[in-house]
């Protein structure tokens, strides 16, 4: 599974972007998608995932600004970024997991987004 992400970049504070993120390659079997985030000096965090059947789970930190979608047609999943804070600054990265006897996760290579204050 390849993961293409793209949407990142700068932006000032209250602002919106909306990441994507493609998968191609050994799709089937694609269970979830989401979205990671890691700042400076921090460990990479959850900020939201949803699965095939469109359950979504969302961190709290951006719960009511940050909307995750998927498009199960075109295999991308969409991060709607809305009232952007600084803290939001980070590299963001797409995740897609298979689950079958084990657990497969599929990294994508990170796309940059910075808020400025």
């Known amino acids: 599974v390849q993961l293409q992400a793209s949407g990142g970049g700068l932006v000032q504070a209250g602002g919106s972007l909306r990441l994507s993120c493609a998968a191609s390659?050994?799709?089937?079997?694609?269970?979830?998608m989401g979205w990671y985030r890691q700042a400076p000096g921090r460990q990479r965090e959850l900020v939201a995932t949803?699965?095939?059947?469109?359950?979504?789970i969302t961190a709290d930190s951006v719960k009511g600004r940050f909307i995750i979608s998927r498009d199960n047609a075109k295999n991308t999943v969409y991060l709607q970024m809305n009232s952007l804070k600084p803290d939001d600054t980070a590299v963001y990265y797409c995740?897609?997991?298979?689950?079958?006897?084990?657990?497969?996760?599929?990294w994508g290579q990170g796309t940059l987004v910075t808020v400025s204050s």
């Open positions: 995740k897609a997991v298979k689950i079958g006897l084990v657990e497969y996760d599929y």
């Open positions: 390659g050994s799709i089937f079997g694609i269970n979830a």
């Open positions: 949803i699965t095939s059947g469109g359950t979504t």
